[in-house]
């Protein structure tokens, strides 16, 4: 089974569309991360969380919120959506050691018209 | 701030040959990593290699190896052996230590021809 885990892995919703992505990890890691990239472009962080109740806004936060509801989980909502967040969406984690790699989701394919 | 840059939107090699993609930085932090990811065409990110900026020796991992110039602020990727399946986009992230954010580079597509 996949570490990370992301659901739904495709999404095509109309504007002005609530929409939830969903991630969830087994590594025990207590960092997670969504990006968002756009085609031909590297990865940009929205939002990052350290622990549970611990939340920040990365690079693009605005249109975007997100909800850590357990060590394991972490959502990315829009709350309406806009057809410029049409994207490749990534949740990651890491632990606070080492390298502190990134471990990537699957991703999701948000498509918004 | 910070910056990676790559200069090379796109590579080709033919198979069995080395290939270096390229990747230089800009940070005012003494503490930072840097990694190399690789994207096939079906999507996800699989991590390459990491290289801190204290280690003295370049990192390597299998067929993967990172030239770190510190002083040139460079990380290239050095891929030998090239196989059909190395295909793929390349990204080049750095992460400073106090922050824990990964800053992405906008990639190199790498084709491996026979």
């Known amino acids: 089974d996949a570490d990370v885990t992301q659901t739904p892995r495709n999404r095509i919703t109309k504007t002005g569309k609530r929409i939830m992505l969903e991630c969830s990890q087994t590594k025990g890691h207590d960092r997670m991360y969504w990006y968002r990239q756009d085609p031909g472009l590297g990865l940009q962080l929205i939002y990052y969380s350290f622990d549970v109740k611990d939340i920040n806004k990365g690079e693009i936060s605005d249109g975007y919120s997100v909800s850590r509801q357990a060590q394991a989980k972490f959502s990315l909502s829009l709350e309406s959506a806009i057809p410029n967040q049409t994207a490749l969406y990534f949740c990651?984690?890491?632990?606070?050691?080492?390298?502190?790699?990134?471990?990537f989701g699957p991703g999701t394919r948000l498509t918004v018209l | 701030a910070q910056k990676i840059t790559q200069t090379q939107p796109g590579m080709f090699v033919q198979e069995k040959e080395a290939v270096t993609l390229d990747c230089t930085y800009d940070t005012s932090d003494q503490s930072y990593g840097l990694f190399w990811y690789k994207q096939p065409s079906s999507g996800e990110m699989i991590f390459l290699i990491y290289q801190g900026s204290y280690d003295e020796q370049n990192a390597t991992e299998g067929r993967y190896s990172l030239n770190f110039q510190k002083a040139r602020k460079s990380a290239n990727l050095v891929i030998s052996a090239s196989q059909l399946g190395d295909s793929a986009m390349y990204f080049c992230a750095m992460r400073a230590y106090n922050t824990d954010k990964l800053i992405f580079g906008t990639g190199t597509r790498l084709q491996v021809f026979p």
């Open positions: 990651a984690t890491s632990d606070n050691e080492g390298s502190n790699e990134q471990f």
